[in-house]
């Protein structure tokens, strides 16, 4: 609708209507966090958990509506016809810019419980968003590099022990556990450093998600794997989406179910199961990135339905 405005004024005013509509619903999600953080009653906590996942989607369908009213995205979702708000999903995507993250927000919101990602714990400090972040436990991670753990060995595990902690908060109410497993967004520069194996993709780091897998067996059986391809797109940083310069974005999700051997394993002293996951995701890896190419080269010629394309 306003796509004809010039790039930076269409960057600040998106950035400016989000900024809006956070401190406009920040009061009432500051209000049900007070109340689930001093109210220890599992059925009030379950209640604000549920009323804050709510304010949380209408937030994110404001973010859509914003991209709808300043941008003109060619869309093309694939694959989200049967997904359903009433299941537990993992989630994991190719990550390559910040841009990652609203493009996901775009195609599931509404189709899925809402995504939980893991944080760095220095995020927690992010004002407003920090405190949101919190209120909807998502899982802040304690990283540790080698030379820390080296000098104190009482810390090695210590992250994944917080995500265990952070999954047990996840059986009662269908949630979607995402995570990118590259670990860090994709630069030529990193993947030189890696060697990775892969020509669009980061080497992916299965600990963490092996250990969501093992913590909440019982109930987390369907990941969604997701690929994002913005095709023809040679910048796509976080201000260029903010600002309409992206105009075409494909969503790719693909429904796999997990094989059983993995859900509620101990990654960590089973070796076997060590080894069998680490194949799995590296077969994965290497599907995804075959995808990647047939779908920046056009040889996927596959098409959403219209609706999709659209992000309905």
Not at 105 to 125: G, T, V
Not at 214 to 225: E, F, I, K, V, W
Request: proline share 6%.
């Amino acid at each position: 609708m306003l796509s004809f405005l010039p790039a930076p004024i269409k960057g600040g005013l998106a950035a400016l209507l989000i900024l809006f509509h956070t401190l406009l619903f920040f009061p009432l999600l500051l209000l049900l966090a007070l109340v689930k953080l001093v109210v220890p009653l599992p059925p009030v906590r379950k209640g604000c958990t549920i009323g804050l996942n709510i304010i949380a989607s209408n937030w994110a369908s404001f973010n859509n509506l914003i991209t709808r009213l300043l941008h003109n995205i060619h869309w093309d979702i694939r694959g989200v016809e049967h997904l359903t708000r009433d299941h537990w999903y993992f989630v994991t995507c190719n990550h390559q810019s910040w841009t990652d993250i609203p493009a996901i927000q775009f195609a599931l919101n509404r189709r899925i419980p809402m995504l939980r990602f893991f944080l760095k714990k220095e995020l927690i400090w992010v004002p407003l968003l920090g405190v949101a972040w919190w209120a909807l436990d998502f899982p802040f991670m304690h990283r540790y590099s080698r030379e820390q753990i080296a000098r104190r060995p009482e810390l090695r595990g210590k992250d994944l022990e917080a995500t265990r902690l952070a999954c047990e908060k996840y059986r009662h109410t269908p949630v979607t556990v995402f995570n990118f497993m590259e670990g860090t967004r994709l630069t030529p520069a990193k993947q030189a450093a890696q060697k990775s194996p892969y020509k669009h993709l980061l080497k992916p780091k299965a600990g963490g998600s092996a250990f969501v897998l093992g913590a909440m067996g019982d109930t987390l059986h369907t990941m969604l794997d997701i690929t994002i391809v913005y095709p023809g797109q040679h910048r796509i940083g976080i201000w260029d989406y903010l600002c309409g310069r992206i105009t075409h974005i494909i969503v790719d999700v693909q429904t796999v179910e997990i094989p059983p051997q993995f859900l509620g394993m101990d990654y960590q002293n089973d070796r076997q199961a060590q080894k069998a996951f680490i194949t799995w995701v590296a077969d994965l890896w290497s599907a995804k990135d075959q995808r990647i190419e047939q779908l920046k080269s056009g040889e996927d010629t596959q098409l959403a339905s219209a609706d999709n394309r659209l992000g309905a």
